[in-house]
């Protein structure tokens, strides 16, 4: 599913109606029917509902709603903010088919603002702005949002809370944003949406399908798109009937310095439950009683170090290689990394303390080889690029990294984000919160690693490894509940989330 900006969000408005074609006001009258039903699904005729409309089209979309909500008989009061004395034509039309309906229900608000009083049994609708916000609120509307915010009423907003914008809020102002308990947006998600500090000002969001065209949204590209199993299904490679272990692949995992042998487990058996025919996992010596143990199907192969990862070994007979988890960041260490990195001549995974390494050296970033896949949380990711702000400019980063070495960069977070070498930027939908836990980022890096192995391009191997690991993550906390899930939980529901894809 395609995320727009709020640029083409308003072409693809345009385009809708003049190849439908459909006037701008019946459009309007559309979504406002999809509005009203969402409200009215959720409260009854005893709720009192108190409309705040702005100047503009997301003004008009209230206006729109107020006017079927008052023919459903509910007890309905409108204020339109008409401080410039302009209103948009579609607005301009609602008010009129407003006040021909209810005149007395309807406040337009000119110069003085008299507030009215907001109780707890009563639901706000804010349809103040929409998408086309570009910057933050001030004056008499910041006054506004935050009386709302500071009301025991409930909140719904059109499309998008007023004051949020689109995409970035990097330099917004958070005090003048309506904090929504359900959002009613059309037709799409707004990245804005994805960033975890803007789910305080979201809450309950439900994406009403208003029709736009079709051929209008298969024309725009996206920079955006959130994953669908639609868009899993055929990346799925079928296993060989007469497939043997060699066919299957062979993986390398680097991982585990002494005192850390629970990455190198977690990534070890993540790999292997992910289909990888072979899985060697480099580890110190120290390592050999808990991992002969605990992973009796992989080969140890083991560093020459007692404690910790020294020197980079060959990848010639290895199809995958994954590296990083529980290495630690020593000075010896490091340098095995990078001379690891640079020597490999298998795609490659680069997860936790590989990434801190290239932090304290930002330098070796420039010898990394094409085609290498980094699997940072926000934190790792800040280290390596510079504080960041909010999730928008960490995003941003991160695709201008993925563009800067031709990688490809997979930001962990509820929304993962895969950002591609050419610039664009996939979201993952699977996952939960229960997967907040020590060890999963381990659990990624080895199911990514064992689909390269297995013969998955890196693409692929990224948006499959992605997808599979939250779903793993979904059907555990199913059965297990969120607060209970810790990482070994996700290996030991991979099979079911394979299963889930392949029925």
């Given at each position: 599913?395609?995320?727009?900006?709020?640029?083409?969000?308003?072409?693809?408005?345009?385009?809708?109606?003049?190849?439908?074609?459909?006037?701008?006001?019946?459009?309007?009258?559309?979504?406002?029917?999809?509005?009203?039903?969402?409200?009215?699904?959720?409260?009854?005729?005893?709720?009192?509902?108190?409309?705040?409309?702005?100047?503009?089209?997301?003004?008009?979309?209230?206006?729109?709603?107020?006017?079927?909500?008052?023919?459903?008989?509910?007890?309905?009061?409108?204020?339109?903010?008409?401080?410039?004395?302009?209103?948009?034509?579609?607005?301009?039309?609602?008010?009129?088919?407003?006040?021909?309906?209810?005149?007395?229900?309807?406040?337009?608000?000119?110069?003085?603002?008299?507030?009215?009083?907001?109780?707890?049994?009563?639901?706000?609708?804010?349809?103040?702005?929409?998408?086309?916000?570009?910057?933050?609120?001030?004056?008499?509307?910041?006054?506004?949002?935050?009386?709302?915010?500071?009301?025991?009423?409930?909140?719904?907003?059109?499309?998008?809370?007023?004051?949020?914008?689109?995409?970035?809020?990097?330099?917004?102002?958070?005090?003048?944003?309506?904090?929504?308990?359900?959002?009613?947006?059309?037709?799409?998600?707004?990245?804005?949406?994805?960033?975890?500090?803007?789910?305080?000002?979201?809450?309950?969001?439900?994406?009403?399908?208003?029709?736009?065209?079709?051929?209008?949204?298969?024309?725009?590209?996206?920079?955006?798109?959130?994953?669908?199993?639609?868009?899993?299904?055929?990346?799925?490679?079928?296993?060989?009937?007469?497939?043997?272990?060699?066919?299957?692949?062979?993986?390398?995992?680097?991982?585990?310095?002494?005192?850390?042998?629970?990455?190198?487990?977690?990534?070890?058996?993540?790999?292997?439950?992910?289909?990888?025919?072979?899985?060697?996992?480099?580890?110190?010596?120290?390592?050999?009683?808990?991992?002969?143990?605990?992973?009796?199907?992989?080969?140890?192969?083991?560093?020459?170090?007692?404690?910790?990862?020294?020197?980079?070994?060959?990848?010639?007979?290895?199809?995958a290689l994954g590296i990083g988890p529980g290495l630690g960041t020593s000075e010896q260490t490091a340098i095995a990394i990078i001379a690891q990195l640079r020597r490999a001549q298998c795609p490659l995974v680069a997860d936790a303390d590989a990434i801190n390494i290239l932090a304290n050296h930002r330098a070796w970033l420039q010898q990394l080889p094409k085609g290498i896949i980094l699997?940072?949380?926000?934190?790792?990711?800040?280290?390596?690029?510079?504080?960041?702000?909010?999730?928008?400019?960490?995003?941003?980063?991160?695709?201008?990294?993925?563009?800067?070495?031709?990688?490809?960069?997979?930001?962990?977070?509820?929304?993962?984000?895969?950002?591609?070498?050419?610039?664009?930027?996939?979201?993952?939908?699977?996952?939960?919160?229960?997967?907040?836990?020590?060890?999963?980022?381990?659990?990624?890096?080895?199911?990514?690693?064992?689909?390269?192995?297995?013969?998955?391009?890196?693409?692929?191997?990224?948006?499959?490894?992605?997808?599979?690991?939250?779903?793993?993550?979904?059907?555990?906390?199913?059965?297990?509940?969120?607060?209970?899930?810790?990482?070994?939980?996700?290996?030991?529901?991979?099979?079911?989330?394979?299963?889930?894809?392949?029925?």
């Amino acid at each position: 599913m395609k995320i727009f900006t709020s640029a083409q969000i308003h072409e693809l408005d345009k385009y809708t109606i003049e190849h439908e074609p459909i006037k701008s006001i019946d459009l309007m009258e559309r979504a406002a029917k999809a509005i009203t039903q969402a409200i009215t699904d959720v409260w009854n005729t005893a709720t009192p509902i108190i409309v705040f409309a702005g100047p503009g089209n997301n003004g008009g979309d209230a206006l729109a709603v107020a006017r079927m909500l008052i023919e459903r008989n509910y007890d309905v009061k409108v204020w339109l903010f008409n401080i410039s004395g302009h209103l948009s034509e579609d607005c301009a039309t609602n008010k009129q088919r407003l006040a021909d309906k209810r005149s007395k229900a309807l406040f337009e608000v000119t110069q003085e603002f008299e507030p009215p009083q907001l109780e707890a049994n009563m639901l706000v609708i804010d349809g103040l702005f929409g998408s086309g916000l570009n910057k933050p609120l001030a004056g008499g509307f910041a006054s506004l949002v935050k009386y709302i915010n500071a009301s025991p009423s409930k909140v719904v907003s059109i499309d998008i809370p007023s004051g949020l914008m689109t995409e970035d809020n990097t330099y917004n102002v958070r005090a003048n944003i309506i904090r929504a308990d359900m959002t009613l947006t059309l037709q799409h998600q707004k990245l804005s949406f994805l960033f975890a500090e803007n789910q305080v000002y979201i809450g309950q969001l439900r994406v009403l399908v208003i029709r736009l065209s079709k051929e209008g949204i298969e024309k725009t590209d996206a920079n955006y798109t959130l994953l669908e199993e639609s868009d899993i299904l055929p990346r799925v490679l079928k296993r060989d009937p007469f497939a043997h272990k060699g066919k299957m692949g062979n993986a390398l995992i680097i991982a585990g310095s002494y005192g850390m042998g629970g990455a190198a487990i977690l990534a070890t058996k993540a790999c292997l439950r992910a289909g990888a025919g072979k899985v060697t996992v480099h580890t110190p010596k120290r390592n050999n009683v808990i991992m002969q143990i605990s992973v009796p199907e992989a080969i140890i192969q083991f560093d020459k170090e007692e404690t910790t990862f020294s020197e980079a070994v060959d990848t010639e007979d290895f199809n995958a290689l994954g590296i990083g988890p529980g290495l630690g960041t020593s000075e010896q260490t490091a340098i095995a990394i990078i001379a690891q990195l640079r020597r490999a001549q298998c795609p490659l995974v680069a997860d936790a303390d590989a990434i801190n390494i290239l932090a304290n050296h930002r330098a070796w970033l420039q010898q990394l080889p094409k085609g290498i896949i980094l699997t940072p949380h926000p934190k790792e990711f800040d280290r390596l690029e510079g504080n960041c702000t909010d999730s928008y400019e960490r995003l941003m980063k991160a695709r201008d990294l993925a563009e800067r070495i031709q990688g490809y960069v997979l930001l962990k977070g509820h929304n993962t984000s895969l950002c591609l070498p050419d610039g664009h930027i996939i979201f993952n939908t699977t996952g939960n919160a229960g997967m907040a836990t020590a060890g999963s980022g381990d659990v990624l890096t080895g199911i990514i690693t064992g689909l390269l192995a297995r013969g998955y391009k890196q693409e692929d191997a990224c948006i499959v490894g992605m997808y599979l690991h939250g779903l793993a993550g979904d059907i555990a906390a199913r059965d297990l509940g969120e607060e209970s899930i810790i990482a070994s939980d996700l290996i030991q529901y991979l099979p079911y989330a394979f299963k889930r894809l392949n029925e």
